[in-house]
């Protein structure tokens, strides 16, 4: 029987990755950052000088795309680049836009599917992204859709930008938040919308701890 997977989806901002984090820690699970497969692909496109927007180059190179993850206990796993680590560089705005447009090509949605399905494995994963509860793991045990209002996202991301020292203003962060949401929604392969059945969530008021623990209630349940 294949390893229990709990997806949880959601625009940028909304909570998932210090959600997902926090109930893989505590449930001893794996934990999968499909966003990063997308900004891994956009550093190289980036990086080689390639046009996001080009189709067919852009799927050739997310094929051969090697990426990795290192585990490192109660923090996010570092992300390893054909071995070269490149967890700071892809939380840059350039890539974080340049992700969204690479993640809209049909060719690269298709080969980056078996890549993160491949990160489930016993004892169980928690998946975050925008499709892992509609197209990447349909069988998950609990489909969660977490969101939280634009204007709460910016600021979460203006924080935590400033944090790593990136020079960035609120107004601009929430411009490139709307322009994420709707291309992230509108676009053919995989749009970001809550898969049938999914438990929907508003983080906008709640933190962290609470969103977890409403989520393992709801779990737990599940797996009884
Ligand atoms: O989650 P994160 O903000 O790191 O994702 C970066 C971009 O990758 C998103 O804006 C989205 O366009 C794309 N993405 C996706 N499907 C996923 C995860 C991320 O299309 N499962």
Known sequence: MNAPVLA?????????????????????????????????????????????ADARVVSGLAVTLDLSFVPVPGAAPRLLLGGRDISDDIRSEACSGAASEVAAHPGVRTALLAKQRAQRRPPGLVADGRDMGTTVFPDAVLKVFLTASAE?????????????????TLPRLLGEIRARDV?????????????????????????????VGLILERLRNRLK
Do not use: C, N
Request: no cysteine; aromatic share 8%.
């Open 8 to 52: 949880i989806d959601g625009p940028s901002g909304s909570g998932k990755g210090a959600v997902g984090q926090e109930l893989a820690t505590r449930l001893g699970w794996h934990y999968l950052d499909s966003g990063a497969f997308y900004r891994a692909l956009a550093l190289r496109v980036l990086e080689e000088g390639t046009d996001p």
């Open 183 to 211: 291309r992230d929604m509108e676009r053919a392969a995989s749009p970001l919308r809550p898969a049938p059945g999914a438990f929907a969530l508003d983080s906008s008021t709640i933190d962290i701890d609470g969103v």
């Open 152 to 168: 709460v996202r910016a600021e979460r991301r203006y924080k935590q930008l400033k944090e790593k020292g990136f020079s960035v």
